[in-house]
């Protein structure tokens, strides 16, 4: 070694750019982008596929109704308020996500040991962890915003320079919500340790949700259609005057992108958006200097040690006592590890209340209670109802079977090694998922079906139907599942988000529509007969209509399994 | 016990394992040794069935693995070199649960549990989860959980990472015992004092192919190396070090 200069000295070496912090975030994000994985070209023709129909209907939608509102004299007043009304959603989603986000990417992240350990300054740190958060957090809102502001641009001749004004408006916008989440996680976390406080903050944000669902459809929207609605129409221009909330960013956001399609000069938003960033930066900066470092050792320290659920493991363990050993304890492991992950069980609130909106929804139609409505017409909702119950049930297979083969992840070697064989563990995962699955699917179809006043014969079509498909769905969802698994993903919610639950959903989807267009002939045969006033009575045509409902589920069950275990028999970690 | 035959696995164009063969005898502490990315996780994931081979075949007891998996799975205790455990799950939760895997239940599976839990100090962490557990102790409870079916053969990857001293201490011994009554282990490690204080036999691999092979003596006599140790042996099969390089790394 070369002279050695006294510690007390020694400069502090350079700072690494923002960008040389964030190179591991973007490689890798590019690597995943250019993994050769199989079927990658089939996945983003899907993908853009989706994105094109998504962001055509959501642009066709916007256009239309701003260039309805942009013939009323109140329209520039009303298509502002509506602005102001997005933003405001837009920043209840960007704060919750941002603060879930924060707490992984300031404490919990993989990458935090080296970082935290590196010379790098504390600031620095902060902005490039804050930068890494608000990209996480935003990048859906912006996906959803830019066919809206588009469809602003070209109602009111936003004109070439309308995008660039567009995303400077954003930038600001973006940034506030993630350094509010970025200190409200950094003072949760000085108080409670991060992994409670995730948990925590799972249970928030999945009631905010469940709660706001809940308000809005009490609310009954649809009254608002109603003329008799609005009591005085000064009452609400004066309203669409006023603006929400002077001191709400969103205001500033909106009254920013506004005045520029008004072609009205008036920096005030524009100054307000970004002093109030900028301040917002520096102040959460400086609480990160402050509190930081206590947090980020707080957060090594906390990890669960009260364990939920040993009561009822025993008596399950009892009640599946005719079981192999084998079944029985995977069974079992399966189900406490369900029930003592947060972010597992907490997603039955979000069934919860996806399940009374269903009935609500079903239970206020106005088929009852005004004229009387044709039983056509009663048959053709309960019908309809079937495809709708159908969709829920894949949607909620998609959440909770698909990821069960992903959830084995690292714990995979385990399996593998192990004398237990990929078709028992499969068919284990396959009845614990189908079985409550059965139950709700048998639940939502026979209540839905008494409020509708169902005759018995649609009920025993639904009811029937219903079932099949249970059984088919989740047997496609696992055999997807086991396709295209996530084995690196913590979060068991982020797993059906992929590709692989995209065409899950499609194809479950599509079996639904195969069965509803086959039970057609059956539901037509049966409508013809009530209405013209003749017996119902059953054609061969009408046995081979239900028999290939019935061949087409079990088929695709009892492929979807066989699929399975062959690809869980091929897989190489 | 365990026959590898010409082994041979490629991710792509990468060979890991290039047309390896070795025999390890039954009741034998078996050493398995080689430079990082030499093949050793590969070939040991292989014999416990995780990886397939690209060719050559793998025979424990004289039958090959693919011919009756099952029952050779039962035949293994597999410990890996990451100690990924069910973080959900209780450490007496998780060894009745690897049990069960092996096909093993009720009161002789408590007693052992229990016995293998206090010889690795978990017993009083065993109803606590085990994301509590630090590395070390996740990495005992695995070793715990691959001897609670009595297997016959454990085939085990750098176990010694992350124990403690006494910990280090109570699995060789526990190895050198299981040895003792008829078991055998295929072990790899980078500890060379260990392989050379324990293994009975020794196997040293570079780039997916066999190097060397046998007793110290063997090995010894094999490359005319007199009384080099084994750190001494294993440098200079492997490529000695880069002295010349360390010059480069420290001159200013």
Request: aromatic share 10%; glycine share 8%.
């Amino acid at each position: 070694m070369s002279e050695v200069l006294p510690v007390a000295l020694r400069l502090p070496p350079p700072q690494p750019s923002l960008g040389q912090l964030l190179t591991p975030k973007w490689r890798g994000a590019l690597a995943r982008s250019r993994s050769e994985e199989r079927g990658r070209g089939a996945r983003l023709l899907l993908f853009a596929l989706v994105g094109a129909v998504f962001w055509t209907a959501a642009f066709g939608i916007c256009y239309r109704v701003l260039r309805y509102v942009s013939t009323q004299e109140i329209g520039v007043l009303l298509a502002s308020k509506m602005l102001g009304i997005i933003f405001l959603a837009f920043t209840a989603i960007l704060l919750l996500s941002n603060i879930i986000t924060a707490i992984s990417s300031f404490f919990l992240a993989r990458d935090l040991d080296l970082l935290v350990a590196a010379p790098v300054h504390w600031f620095r740190l902060y902005l490039a962890k804050l930068a890494e958060t608000a990209g996480h957090s935003s990048w859906m809102v912006i996906l959803i915003a830019v066919p809206i502001l588009t469809a602003y641009g070209m109602v009111f001749d936003g004109g070439m320079l309308f995008p660039f004004v567009v995303i400077a408006a954003l930038i600001p916008f973006v940034l506030l919500p993630a350094t509010i989440g970025a200190a409200v996680t950094l003072v949760l976390v000085n108080v409670f340790p991060a992994r409670r406080i995730r948990d925590l903050l799972t249970l928030v944000m999945l009631g905010a949700v469940a709660g706001l669902a809940l308000l809005l459809r009490v609310l009954r929207p649809e009254q608002l259609a109603r003329p008799e609605g609005f009591q005085s129409l000064v009452e609400f221009l004066e309203l669409l005057r006023a603006p929400t909330n002077p001191f709400l960013p969103t205001e500033w956001a909106a009254d920013m992108i506004m005045n520029w399609l008004r072609h009205v000069a008036d920096p005030l938003p524009v100054a307000l958006l970004y002093t109030t960033a900028g301040a917002f930066v520096i102040l959460g900066g400086w609480l990160h200097g402050r509190l930081f470092r206590d947090g980020y050792s707080k957060s090594q320290e906390g990890s669960e040690k009260f364990v939920r659920g040993v009561t009822w493991s025993r008596w399950l363990s009892r009640l599946a006592g005719g079981l192999s050993p084998a079944r029985r304890e995977f069974l079992l492991k399966d189900v406490r590890l369900f029930f003592r992950d947060p972010s597992q069980w907490s997603q039955l609130i979000l069934l919860g209340v996806l399940l009374v909106v269903y009935i609500f929804n079903i239970q206020s139609l106005p088929l009852f209670s005004g004229e009387e409505v044709p039983f056509f017409l009663v048959t053709a909702v309960t019908f309809l109802n079937l495809g709708l119950a159908g969709f829920v049930l894949a949607a909620i297979a998609a959440r909770f079977v698909f990821p069960s083969v992903s959830l084995e992840g690292r714990q995979l070697w385990l399996i593998q090694s192990s004398p237990l064989e990929f078709s028992t563990l499969l068919i284990s995962k396959y009845w614990l998922g189908t079985v409550p699955l059965l139950v709700l699917a048998v639940f939502i179809t026979v209540v839905t079906n008494l409020l509708l006043q169902a005759s018995a014969f649609m009920m025993a079509v639904s009811v029937g139907t219903i079932i099949l498909f249970t059984l088919a769905a989740a047997a496609l969802a696992l055999c997807f599942g086991a396709y295209y698994p996530k084995f690196n993903t913590e979060n068991a919610a982020q797993i059906p988000t992929g590709f692989g639950g995209l065409v899950f959903m499609m194809s479950s989807i599509s079996l639904l529509g195969l069965l509803i267009a086959i039970e057609a002939i059956p539901v037509g045969a049966y409508l013809r007969a009530q209405q013209f006033d003749y017996p119902f009575r059953f054609t061969p045509l009408l046995g081979l209509a239900g028999l290939s409902v019935v061949a087409i589920c079990v088929a695709t069950t009892v492929i979807s399994l066989r699929l399975a275990v062959r690809r869980m028999q091929a897989l190489e970690e | 016990m365990i026959e590898v035959v010409n082994l041979v696995k490629r991710y792509g164009k990468f060979t890991a394992v290039d047309n390896l063969s070795f025999t390890v005898p039954p009741g034998t502490l078996y050493g398995f040794l080689g430079p990082n990315g030499a093949g050793k996780t590969t070939t040991m994931r292989m014999i416990a069935q995780i990886l397939r081979p690209t060719s050559g075949d793998i025979l424990i007891g004289g039958v090959p693995t693919w011919e009756k998996p099952q029952v050779i799975k039962q035949m293994i205790g597999y410990i890996p070199d990451r100690p990924y455990v069910y973080d959900k799950l209780t450490g007496a939760e998780f060894v009745r649960f690897v049990a069960a895997l092996y096909g093993q239940e009720g009161n002789t599976v408590e007693r052992r549990m229990n016995e293998l839990l206090e010889v690795f100090e978990l017993t009083p962490w065993r109803d606590e989860l085990t994301e509590s557990y630090s590395h070390g102790m996740r990495q005992k409870l695995i070793i715990a959980s691959a001897f609670a079916h009595r297997p016959e053969v454990i085939v085990v990857d750098e176990p010694m990472v992350g124990l403690d001293p006494k910990s280090a201490r109570t699995l060789k011994d526990l190895f050198r015992e299981y040895v003792g009554r008829g078991g055998t282990v295929l072990m790899s490690t980078h500890t060379l004092e260990i392989a050379e204080g324990m293994c009975d036999r020794i196997a040293i691999i570079q780039r997916g192919q066999l190097l060397a092979e046998g007793t110290m003596g063997e090995l010894r006599a094999q490359s005319a190396s007199g009384d080099e140790s084994l750190e001494a042996l294993f440098l200079r099969l492997t490529g000695g070090l880069r002295e010349t390089t360390m010059d480069a790394l420290f001159d200013e």
